[in-house]
């Protein structure tokens, strides 16, 4: 606990010891899948090459040896910038499973942004993609001893002879130790304590300013034996799933890759940008048995794929009819899980709140879906239900391990903020016992910033960012969200921010550009549209939270990783 103790209060101390005596190591986990899955696929790049679990291990072992020749300690920081890959997620276990520190940062982040990572974070290696490799300055990372490449390890810098020798001569080290063969009796991991470091992983966020979360060992654990218990038995031993998150982003680390990974599964990573097509693509051809995204990636595929089908005057027909509804609504059902490659158990949706017109036609035809919650700084779990128990527009009940209250008089109907301690919670930020001491109270409750109703049995409503909200002209509290969900549903419209201007709210929409193609509109006959929209949306919701005019916005609205929009660029738009 030394690295991060500044950081601790009493209150903090008291809340993990209640959990110490029950976290077992974190790598054991990796040890014992690689052990017990050993002639099994386990990591595949999308229309490439296939590792075997005894693949991994192997490269595993090689880095490890790298690592041990080349002068890198336990505790060392050790940073990763590319797409997802299976080398990419060799070297992230590689990294863990020596007892080094992670730091993912997100390959979308500016050359800028990597080189202050990598120097706030004091990495002494940085393993890089090939689009990052291009772009990054190594002379702005003066601290790095080495860049090296993830397609095939190979060293991009050195700047320690030691590395350059060991680098040179890996193949003779890794014989030279297992002369007659490597096999499982030789997977032997640094065996971890709930407290210590495990990674560091610095916030994309929406405010443009990052942050390194530090997240002990006993986080990690938390989120993967959550997931084992409550979805891991649902899914066959030899299942298949498409990583389609970015793995250097909690939510895709945790429960696509670490938990994939751990539970046995093989993990198909896209290596490209994901768009709906090659997603769509990857499902039919994978046929994964979980599916875990964004609400952008559902709603367009739910839009461009199944509404065009369910949406005709002959289907609504027929579902309205008793008789036969609800035999047509299991037909549907059948036919949008065969959108999704037909063997999924469920669909966790995270990140952002689902579209409620998406998410009430999933409701109606009983579709397997449900909505999670989670922050960086929880590794990233805080609430999730099971679709079979998943209340609709809630994002489930708190994990198990966590506690969660909302800091309101009324919480079943008065919004106030998520506050949330237990074993998944970090320890602080890097560096910065400020931040630290904002978000976290002396008696060991998480600030997250976000604000929810509670219901009777748990189940959480978020109503927006505290920093997102809005004061009407007459006082009351405008949450923009609950605003910009209504208004996505309406004609031609892909996405809309709300922003204030005096007392006025306006919407910023990004149109449909292919619907808007595809019908022919002029700019005349978009604006047009856009007004009725505007009305419509103004008979929807209170007057207070009426629009004053709707902005075209003609590009796509910037987004972080996990797709949430970066509202600080647009407030004075």
Known sequence: MDLCSEHITFAQIFWICAYMETIPSFNSYVQQSIINNWDKDALTDYKGATLQFHDVARKIEKLHILFENSGVEKGDKIALCGRNSSHWAVAFL?????????????????????????????????????????????????????II?????????SRSEKLTYAREHLNAMFGKKYPKYFHQEHVSYHMDNPEELALINYTSGTTGFSKG?????????????????????????????????????????AIEFIFGFCKGLHLYFLTRLPSPSLIAEAFAETKPVLIVAVPLIIDKIIRKRVFPIVQTNRVKLLMNMPVISKRVKQKICEQVINAFGGRMYQIIVGGAALNKEVEAFLKTIDFPITVGYGTTECAPLISYSDYHDFVAQSCGTPVDRMEVKIASSDPENIPGEIVTRGTNVMVGYYKNPEATAQAIDDE?????????????DGNIFIRGRIKNM???????????????????????????III?????????????????????????DLTGIMEQNRLELNAMIPPFCKISAIEIHDEEFAKTPKKSIKRYLYQNA
């Not at 706030?120 to 190594?138: R, Y």
């Not at 490449?149 to 810098?157: E, F, G, K, N, R």
């Not at 204030?500 to 005349?524: C, N, W, Y």
Request: a negative charge.
């Open 94 to 146: 590689a990294t863990l499973t020596y007892g080094a520190v992670a730091v993912p940062i997100q390959h979308e982040f500016t050359p800028e942004q990597v080189h202050n990572i990598v120097n706030h974070s004091e990495s002494k290696l940085l393993f890089v993609g090939d689009v990052v490799a291009t772009a990054i300055n190594p002379d702005e990372m003066p601290a790095l001893e080495g």
């Open 149 to 157: 490449y993830i397609p095939d390890y190979s060293l991009v810098i």
């Open 213 to 253: 979360v530090m997240l002990p060992y006993r986080t990690i654990w938390g989120n993967l034996c959550f997931c084992l218990d409550r979805l891991g038995c649902h899914l066959p031993d030899n299942g298949n799933m498409v990583c389609i998150l970015p793995m250097a982003h909690m939510y895709g680390m």
């Open 444 to 456: 060991g409750w998480y600030h997250t910033g976000d604000l929810a109703t509670m219901d009777a």
């Open 470 to 496: 809005l004061l009407g002209a007459n006082g009351q509290n405008v949450y923009p969200e609950e605003i910009e969900d209504k208004l996505n549903t309406l004609a031609m419209v892909s996405e809309s």
């Open 500 to 524: 204030q201007r005096g007392e006025k709210l306006i919407a910023l929409v990004h149109p449909d550009t292919d619907e808007v193609k595809s019908m022919g509109f002029t700019k005349e």
